[in-house]
C-alpha cells in the first residue's frame, strides 16, 4: 500500500493512478487520525501533499519517519518554509510539485 496524505482530488485522482499502475494500492487520508490507522497498516510509502489543509503535516512526516516508513513531500515551489520544515521533520524526499508530477511513475514504482 501506498498512503497519501492529501485532499486535492486532482492529486488524489493522478497519484491513485500511478501506484495502481506500479501494482500497489492507494490509501488517501485527510486526517492525522486516519493516518495512524493506515500507517498501522505498513504502507511501503507515504506521499504528502505539503497543501493538505487541515493536518499537522510535520507531525504527519514525523510520525511516519518514526515508524520506519519512507516519506516524499511535495508543495508549491514558493512556499520555500513549508519546503525546508519537511525536510527538516525527516522527509526522505521533499521536492516541488511540478517535479513530483514529472517523477509520479518513478517514485511509486521504486517504492
Request: charged letters at 25%; glycine letters at 10%; proline letters at 4%.
Given at each position: 500500500?501506498?498512503?497519501?496524505?492529501m485532499?486535492?482530488?486532482?492529486?488524489?485522482?493522478?497519484?491513485?493512478?500511478?501506484?495502481?499502475?506500479?501494482?500497489?494500492?492507494?490509501?488517501f487520508?485527510?486526517?492525522?487520525e486516519r493516518?495512524?490507522?493506515?500507517?498501522?497498516?505498513?504502507?511501503?510509502?507515504?506521499?504528502?501533499?505539503?497543501a493538505?489543509?487541515?493536518?499537522d503535516?510535520?507531525?504527519a512526516i514525523?510520525?511516519?519517519?518514526?515508524?520506519?516508513?519512507?516519506?516524499?513531500?511535495?508543495?508549491?515551489?514558493?512556499?520555500?518554509?513549508?519546503?525546508?520544515?519537511?525536510?527538516?521533520?525527516g522527509?526522505?524526499?521533499?521536492?516541488?510539485?511540478?517535479?513530483?508530477v514529472?517523477e509520479?511513475?518513478?517514485?511509486?514504482?521504486?517504492?
Amino acid at each position: 500500500m501506498v498512503l497519501g496524505v492529501m485532499t486535492d482530488l486532482m492529486f488524489v485522482v493522478r497519484v491513485g493512478d500511478a501506484v495502481r499502475r506500479a501494482g500497489r494500492r492507494p490509501m488517501f487520508v485527510g486526517s492525522l487520525e486516519r493516518m495512524r490507522v493506515q500507517a498501522a497498516e505498513g504502507p511501503v510509502l507515504a506521499i504528502v501533499d505539503l497543501a493538505c489543509a487541515g493536518v499537522d503535516l510535520i507531525t504527519a512526516i514525523q510520525e511516519l519517519k518514526g515508524l520506519g516508513i519512507p516519506v516524499i513531500a511535495f508543495g508549491a515551489h514558493v512556499d520555500a518554509e513549508a519546503l525546508r520544515d519537511a525536510r527538516e521533520a525527516g522527509a526522505d524526499r521533499v521536492m516541488p510539485r511540478s517535479k513530483f508530477v514529472q517523477e509520479l511513475e518513478g517514485l511509486v514504482t521504486a517504492a
